[in-house]
């Protein structure tokens, strides 16, 4: 195939509620969609998970914008490219910027997929047709009130509950929850909040049999939570440390991870997702599919990587409506009792619903070949 078109949208779109983690909170989302032609006049589409602050990582909706624009687009337009693992080649000479990469390599698999009459699922190897899901519920303002979201979601029938801690709302939270909710599936998710001067709190959670902790020391650390693992119970989950299919070898040598938390934007697309999840396979390491309160194209790429095999724990992919009040796709992500049907239309299976995301689309910008 050769790409001939790629259309980027600013987009602005504003969640039902605010989402806050130990690095911040935001209501407001701002981030890219991006669309690619081929010659034929087929379309992919892809989404950038870089937020408007550096607070998660190093990039920007603004630095995605600049990387695309000059230094991604160069590389894969009016080229011949068979298989978008090639994507992930052209790109390697580049250092970073894994969330740049990931929005127009997405764009390309979806393309690739419909052109091929595929599911991005089958594109990827994945045979999964629905896929199971839990829910990563925001720091809230007393335990009292995360307990009655954590019940409304259990109703619901999501699979795990992920809620976010920070020093000063952590073990108490946590004892609540448990006392509240004894038999639930949880988990805390840390954002790297903690260092290794916290390792008597961090032992205290091992009574409440958690499923994991997720990232709880530096966001670019594997040296020190070794350490921590060695003195904890429950397992550690690596989030913000991981970018790679290396990197993640190497968190598995020295035993910071027992977990690993895939999400394409971070690891620079899926390719090397689907690497890091054959690597974790191989050597017995469970993976889930993080989230970045996608619209509803990232959402889909989700479901997607999450029918391959590897993918046992629930992920955070939750149902559209719990983030927007209405969704850029059609129909929406729906999770019904705690899953998602993997859709069986070719490409990611969600159509761009025009009507609502020219609504949220602030800027527009296009590339085309000279030819
Ligand atoms: O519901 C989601 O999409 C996941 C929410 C979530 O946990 C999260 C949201 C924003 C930034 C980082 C994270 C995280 O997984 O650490
Ligand atoms: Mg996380």
């Known amino acids: 195939m050769i790409i001939k078109e790629i259309n980027i949208r600013k987009m602005k779109m504003t969640m039902k509620s605010p989402f806050a983690t130990s690095f911040g909170s935001f209501q407001d989302k701002e981030f890219l969609l991006l669309e690619a032609t081929d010659e034929l006049g087929n379309t992919g589409w892809g989404e950038s998970t870089a937020f408007h602050s550096p607070w998660y990582n190093e990039e ?73 899901v839990g829910i990563s519920i925001g720091i809230q303002k007393s335990s009292a009130d995360l307990i009655e979201l954590v019940r409304g979601y259990i109703a619901e029938g999501y699979k795990r509950m992920k809620v976010k801690i920070k020093p000063g709302f952590d073990i108490d939270v946590i004892r609540a929850l448990r006392e509240a909710f004894p038999q639930v599936p949880l988990m805390a998710d840390a954002n790297s909040a903690y260092t290794l001067d916290d390792v008597d709190l961090l032992k205290q959670l091992d009574e409440f ?95 997607a990587l999450t029918t391959l095999p590897n993918f046992i724990l629930p992920g955070d992919t939750a ?9 850029v796709i059609t129909p929406e992500v729906v999770a019904e009792d705690g899953y998602i049907t993997v859709p069986s239309a070719y490409g990611i299976g969600y159509e761009p619903n025009m009507e609502v995301m020219n609504r949220y689309t602030t800027e527009q910008f296009q590339f085309k070949s000279n030819d």
């Open 60 to 132: 920007t909706m603004e630095t995605n914008l600049h990387m695309i624009r000059d230094f991604l687009i160069p590389l894969v337009l009016d080229k011949e490219i068979n298989h978008p693992d090639e994507v992930n080649e052209l790109f390697s000479p580049l250092r970073k910027n894994n969330m740049a990469k990931a929005t127009v390599e997405g764009a390309i698999w979806d393309l690739y997929a419909k052109r091929n009459k595929l599911t991005l699922a089958e594109a990827l190897g994945g045979t999964a047709e629905k896929i199971e």
């Open 209 to 303: 049999d958690l499923m994991m902790i997720e990232q709880p020391l530096a966001s670019d650390d594997i040296i020190d939570h070794a350490k921590l693992q060695k003195e904890i119970k429950t397992p550690i989950c690596l989030d913000e440390s991981i970018h790679s299919l290396e990197d993640a070898r190497k968190a598995f040598e020295l035993g910071s991870t027992r977990i690993i938390n895939i999400k394409i934007g971070r690891v620079g697309g899926l390719t090397e997702a689907k690497k890091i999840h054959d690597f974790c396979m191989e050597k017995g390491l469970p993976v889930w599919c993080g989230g970045m309160l996608e619209s509803g194209i990232g959402r889909a790429h989700n479901v």
């Open 319 to 327: 149902s559209s409506s719990r983030y927007w009040e209405e969704d």
